[in-house]
């Protein structure tokens, strides 16, 4: 393999799929990136056999070839090469030469024959979607996503299409966001997959705010296509709990509040926590809601902010960083808030979004 590229291209393409390379690997070929020259394009390739991400950028191509470089090294060495063409060619002892104007480098790597092959999806439908509401959906749920190893199912967002409905669900057993949107079109067939954290942090990271995604999916993995960038992932294998047996039913007793209020006390309420001590206090009144925190041997703080509120008094603790992860994903300038009691837990309803979080006791 022989080729020139330019240095800034190289070390974008290499940024593009390093993300997913493990420095703990047992196996030596999982911390390379494989890199294969064909016709006029050059192909990089990473994974930890969860995910593969595979990205190809135009180089001249002098001579057709394949290897796979240690990830970490070849993006430093890219990182600090002078800007400009950098000439790259690969010995039959897999090694390869790096040269730019002024420097040489020569890097150890493996064989491609050693490299995982990239899941091949085949006779599978595709769907095809706006990257910025695919973005957004993400966005307003990945928050919500469990990280606890014991409840795998859950470490994941639900992604379900049925018709033309397009539904994304996160859970971590004490909090749910859920959010769907109508589509142009119909699925042929009912899509239901849970896609890891893992995965949907790097497929958000390359999503852009215009242009399409597609994806497909397959038996237990799904494939995204994101503006040429390829992302596999496996499935989360397993039965997503029933989220709809959890969402209380609307009540009329709704607190309209400034969403910018409500999350800046809540944050100035939350200098006050600690790991033991974690709960803000919420009291509610017709005309206003007074968010306090109180923690032994450290202080305690008190706020009032104003509301529309119709229903009756109460008092009701919740963890802060619940409702600050929801608070600052929303655009809305003012929300809803449906408490329904000190045990109950407190629900938003924004459109075809809803967010839910349970009480903590104060």
Do not use: W
Not at 57 to 64: D, T
Not at 322 to 346: R, S, T, Y
């Amino acid at each position: 393999m022989k080729l020139k590229v330019s240095q800034d291209i190289l070390l974008s393409a290499i940024q593009t799929v390093q993300n997913v390379v493990s420095s703990k690997t047992t196996l030596p070929i999982l911390s390379n990136i494989l890199m294969n020259a064909e016709k006029s394009f050059l192909r990089l390739n990473a994974t930890d056999l969860d995910i593969g991400i595979s990205c190809e950028i135009p180089v001249e191509i002098i001579e057709e070839g394949a290897i796979t470089i240690p990830a970490k090294r070849f993006s430093d060495i890219i990182k600090e090469m002078p800007s400009g063409e950098i000439l790259i060619n690969a010995k039959k002892n897999n090694q390869i030469d790096i040269e730019g104007e002024s420097c040489r480098f020569k890097l150890n790597g493996l064989p491609k024959e050693e490299f995982p092959k990239f899941p091949e999806f085949k006779d599978k439908e595709e769907v095809c979607i706006e990257q910025g509401l695919f973005k957004n959906m993400l966005n307003l749920t990945s928050f919500a996503v469990s990280h606890e190893e014991s409840r795998y199912v859950l470490n994941g967002v639900l992604l379900e299409i049925i018709g033309d409905i397009i539904r994304m669900v996160a859970t971590d057993g004490r909090r749910l966001a859920k959010i769907e949107k109508k589509l142009p079109f119909s699925v042929k067939k009912d899509i239901t997959a849970i896609i890891p954290i893992k995965a949907v942090q790097e497929i958000t990271r390359n999503l852009k705010d215009e242009g399409d995604v597609s994806f497909i999916v397959g038996m237990n993995q799904i494939l995204f296509n994101i503006n040429g960038v390829l992302i596999a992932t496996r499935i989360i294998e397993g039965d997503f709990p029933n989220y709809n047996q959890v969402i209380p039913k609307p009540t009329k007793n709704r607190i309209t509040i400034n969403t910018q209020d409500i999350l800046s006390s809540i944050r100035r309420a939350n200098l006050l926590a600690t790991t033991d001590f974690q709960a803000v206090k919420f009291e509610v009144f017709s005309d206003k809601m007074v968010v306090s925190k109180t923690t032994p041997d450290v202080g305690e703080s008190r706020e009032e902010i104003s509301v529309e509120y119709g229903g009756p008094e109460m008092i009701v603790g919740f963890n802060p960083h619940f409702l600050i992860d929801f608070l600052k994903n929303v655009e809305q300038e003012q929300i809803d808030m449906e408490l329904l009691g000190a045990d109950k837990p407190a629900v938003m309803r924004l459109g075809d979004y809803l967010y839910l979080a349970l009480p903590m006791r104060i």
